[in-house]
């Protein structure tokens, strides 16, 4: 393996551990809006099934930005895009 | 190990060669198996539900209930085709289990049904405001990113989502197999014995109620979008 391969594959692995950094913020916001309707399922049990469907809804939204940092590391991980461009 | 997009099964001759994936021949198994369901709940309608007419019944009034509770009595019209994309996405993520790759683990599936879904909402917003009020709307250069942004975060949610699960479960079986010739030596390289039962339990999560999350969120977002599209300027200042 030549230098310039070894680097870049190295690099290429940081990058996708330091990419997954981006499911920090997804679950702070999915534990706070969590947290949100659990009080207001105490304050009003009457309306569980509501608020469990809006908060499907707010952690699949919050989940997102998690998501776009893992398929940037899946890419860089399984299909390597710079490892491919130096040796083709 | 190896985790590779979709294998191409063949290229047709004609047309400058349409690439055949395994996406495309289990997205049409799915189509088969969906069709076989709904002839089979559907044979000998009777005026009185019975047996498994009464379990189709229950699906309409679920979904027709959900369509107008959230989008809005007005757009009732999409439930057909809310029903299906939800019966397509469960149907097409769980055929996981059987052991083929899902077609949602294809940006292309989910990608044309969330531009299916970026046209519906145009076609809702030109119904409500006309054509030329709906175009008042992109004066706001935010408002393109707005509208760009809706189908790819939708697409890139229900397939990366998906993903997650796959990739998990293949690396949970690969380290079963690798587990079972350490314990067993060389019968359980042969005969991997721990991967028959252990990933079930967890495909429980990772398949079946991740997928149903997914395929709801989607069906969900598609008729918050399409109710907040169809509504007319003087009710929205109203509220």
Redesign the interface.
């Given at each position: 393996m030549s230098m310039d391969q070894a680097i870049v594959m190295g690099a290429s692995a940081l990058g996708a551990g330091i990419s997954m950094f981006g499911c920090f913020g997804a679950g702070l916001g999915q534990g706070f809006a969590t947290g949100k309707a659990v009080e207001a399922v105490a304050r009003q049990p009457e309306a569980k099934s509501a608020i469990t469907?809006t908060l499907?809804?707010g952690c699949?939204f919050a989940?997102?930005t998690c998501?776009?940092g893992?398929?940037v590391a899946?890419f860089l991980t399984?299909?390597n895009p710079f490892t491919n461009a130096l040796v083709g | 190990m190896?985790?590779?997009?979709a294998k191409i099964l063949f290229e047709t001759p004609i047309f400058g060669g349409i690439r055949i994936t395994e996406t495309t021949a289990v997205g049409w198994g799915v189509v088969v198996v969906l069709i076989g369901l709904v002839k089979f709940f559907t044979s000998r309608v009777e005026k009185v539900p019975r047996g498994k007419q009464v379990l189709a019944e229950m699906f309409v009034d679920f979904i027709y209930g959900q369509v107008e509770s959230v989008a809005g009595k007005r757009s009732l019209g999409i439930a057909p085709y809310i029903g299906t994309i939800f019966l397509m996405s469960i149907t097409s993520s769980l055929s996981a289990v059987v052991g083929v790759r899902p077609p949602t683990v294809d940006i292309n599936t989910t990608a044309a049904w969330s531009l299916v879904t970026f046209f519906l909402i145009a076609a809702t917003k030109i119904k409500a405001h006309g054509f030329f009020g709906h175009l008042k709307e992109y004066l706001n250069p935010l408002n393109i990113v707005d509208v760009l942004a809706l189908p790819v975060?939708m697409a890139?949610?229900h397939f990366?989502?998906i993903?997650?699960g796959f990739?998990l479960m293949e690396l949970i079986g690969l380290a079963l197999a690798e587990l079972s010739s350490l314990a067993l030596g060389a019968f359980g390289e042969y005969f991997p014995v721990f991967r028959a039962g252990i990933p079930a339990v967890l495909s429980l999560y990772f398949d079946f109620f991740g997928s149903f999350?997914q395929a709801?969120?989607f069906i969900?977002?598609t008729m918050?979008f399409v109710g907040m599209a169809s509504e007319k300027k003087e009710e929205h200042e109203n509220i």
């Open positions: 469907t499907m809804i699949a989940e997102t998501l776009y893992f398929l899946i399984f299909t | 190896e985790i590779t997009g975060s890139l949610r990366s989502n993903l997650s990739i999350i709801f969120v969900m977002l918050v």
